[in-house]
């Protein structure tokens, strides 16, 4: 089955998690609730989908200088992903686990892969290793 190789952003393997691979960008700062850990855009194509200790494809975000706070919410309230893969690293994004991680918070690992091989893992459990290794659990 499918095992890639990912480029790390911010490191904190190995995760494992079933794959939510989003069918849409989404926005943080509205479009996911920190509190329940769901999509709360009513637009999303997977609104109301919890993303919390799921390992979360994103095949982009739609920017705004909040997404790290609400990440950070996610982190500290106990429904972040089990870990991210993103299409592109968002330095905005990837700030929140900074901080969580200086607050003394589990992170989950934050990785770089195609978005053009997310949907090999939907539906998968999916195990992320600490060298950025993405692979679906057998």
Known sequence: M???QAKVLIPGGPASGRALVLDAPISFWGGVDPRSGSIADVRHPQH???????????????????????????????NAPAAIILHEPDAILLLGLIVA??????????????????AEF?????????????????
């Open 122 to 138: 939907s539906g998968f459990e999916v195990v992320v290793s600490d060298e950025g290794g993405v692979s679906v659990r057998r």
């Open 2 to 4: 499918t095992a890639l």
């Open 101 to 118: 991680r200086e607050m003394g918070w589990p992170t989950p690992p934050a990785l770089q892969l195609d978005r053009m091989r997310h």
């Open 48 to 78: 109301g989908v919890a993303i919390g200790n799921q390992v979360l494809f994103l095949p982009g975000t739609i920017g705004s200088s909040s997404a790290s706070a609400v990440l950070m919410e996610l982190v500290h309230n106990g």
